[in-house]
């Protein structure tokens, strides 16, 4: 499977920008997808995760409220919709897929490449 992260870009504190996962190779079928990001120096950490044939989501504290994740089923598609941009949410964002619903990083199998969100105050 391979997931195609884009809709990254620079936007000024406050404002919005919607994030794509697109997957290909194979459905998302029964997995959980998940979306993370990764700031210069620090670790790779969990933002949001939905479940991909069923009703379910959660959000890190530091974006509930301000991120809302959804799917398109029929494009196969993940989507991170964020609002109210702070210069703390710049990072590289990644999505991937996981069999588990966890927030733990290591256990997703599939990753995307990453997009750039900058956020400027």
């Known amino acids: 499977v391979q997931l195609q992260a884009s809709g990254g870009g620079l936007v000024q504190a406050g404002g919005s920008l919607r994030l794509s996962c697109a997957a290909s190779?194979?459905?998302?079928?029964?997995?959980?997808v998940g979306w993370f990001r990764q700031a210069p120096g620090k670790e790779r950490e969990f933002v949001a995760v939905c479940i991909w044939n069923g009703v379910g989501e959660y959000y890190s504290n530091s974006v509930k409220g301000r991120f809302t994740i959804s799917r398109d089923n029929a494009k196969n598609t993940v989507y991170l919709q964020m609002n109210s941009l702070k210069p703390e949410d710049t990072a590289v964002y990644y999505c991937?897929?996981?069999?588990?619903?966890?927030?733990?990083?290591?256990?997703?199998?599939?990753w995307g490449q990453g997009t750039q969100v900058t956020v400027s105050s």
């Open positions: 190779g194979r459905t998302f079928s029964t997995d959980y």
């Open positions: 991937a897929t996981g069999r588990v619903w966890t927030t733990a990083v290591a256990r997703y199998d599939y």
